[in-house]
């Protein structure tokens, strides 16, 4: 799969335990909140990973993963992070706290594994690129989608140049995050520690939408909060413009009623147009290619959707890469470098919504607004 770039790391860089005779990567999971149940599930089943550690302020949040994994567990990052045992570290916290603590597993020598977005900035996420990158260990992020069957397909005929001139095309998420969702937590629609639904939720598919269609040259876009009492924003569109001459529309949305509607992404040419849709995107809606006659289309049509989330799930494929790419001393395929780009775009949204203008890639890496210490921050 295309899109990772990056340095290269050298077998002196990493360590890894031998189990049986096969190397094994040592994970370590700090927050252990909703999210941090999918990592572990996806660790137990992956050839070459083992969870060694968890790490919470609320120590009766680590009992859980203590009692099913036999895990360690600790209520300080940096005791976690002083743990010689560990090879990797997921971050499962609020996205407030994502930069400081993947700049702290980078300079303990871990490998970094963060949930998205990749931070809440450009600036600190030059902070991690910088860290990871100048202690030799690798860093990804969780945009787990950019693995369904039929992202890859779409990818696949992307590369093949099947559409030809790109048009135009459309990213959409219809979501339904009611209130009951933002007020579960008290970081959820904060400024600090959330950063927006277009943050949150619609920057995975706006990661799909810039991997297809290359840079972005210009952003218009409104936003506004319309249902939810929280300080970020419930609904957002945004038009864009292509470094290819392109146009592309997106729509991100927590308003919708009563659940889940879809989350869907177009992409149309001079030789080709095709939809992915599906309340969680994956399934082939429309697929049409000059090259590829009604027989052949409706092949790929069936291949993808009779299953179209794949064998895996997203988690299990974001770090089963991260094993392979450690032990192939190459970059992870959503690595720091990738993950920045829809950030960029998010954050061009954010910057037009306010400033009711047209807003030019690439930014100007602003400082970040002073993060919450771990401390101050309470509980993740």
Sequence with gaps: MSGSTGRRFSRSETTVTQQGGHPTLRFGIVGCGHIATKHAQALEVIEGAKLEAVCDTVPE????????????????????????????????????????????????????????????????ADAMIAAAEGNGVLLAVVHPNRFLPGVVALRQQVEQGAFGTFTHAAAVVRWNRNQAYYDSAPWRGTAAMDGGFFLNQAIHNIDLLQWMMGPVEE????????????????????????????????????????????????????????KLGGRTIGTIE???????????????????????????????????????????????????????????????????????????????????????????????
């Design 61 to 124: 949040r680590t009992q859980p993963y203590v009692d099913r994994y036999g895990c360690r567990a600790y209520d300080d990052l940096e005791k976690m992070l002083a743990d010689p045992q560990i090879d990797v570290v997921c971050i499962c916290t609020p996205s407030g706290l994502h930069a400081q603590m993947g700049v702290a597993a980078a300079y303990a020598k871990k490998h970094v594994v963060v949930e998205k977005p990749l931070t809440l900035s450009l600036k600190d």
């Design 219 to 274: 952003v218009f876009a409104y936003t506004t909060t319309r249902l939810r009492k929280i300080e970020t924003e419930d609904l957002g569109v945004a038009v864009l413009r292509f470094q290819n001459g392109a146009l592309g529309t997106i729509e991100g949305a927590a308003t919708l009623y009563p659940q889940n509607l879809e989350e869907s992404l177009a992409l149309f040419g001079e030789t080709g147009s095709a």
């Design 286 to 380: 429309s697929w049409h290619f000059a090259r590829l006659n009604d027989e052949e289309a409706q092949r790929w049509v069936q291949q993808v959707n009779q299953n179209p989330k794949g064998t895996r799930t997203g988690h299990q494929a974001i770090l089963s890469d991260m094993v392979q790419a450690v032990l192939e001393h190459r970059p992870p395929v959503v690595n720091g470098r990738e993950a920045r780009k829809a950030l960029e775009i998010v954050l061009a949204i954010y910057q037009s919504a306010r400033e009711h203008r047209p807003v030019r890639l690439p930014l100007t890496a602003q400082p970040a607004s002073r993060v919450p210490s771990l401390h101050e921050s309470g509980s993740f």
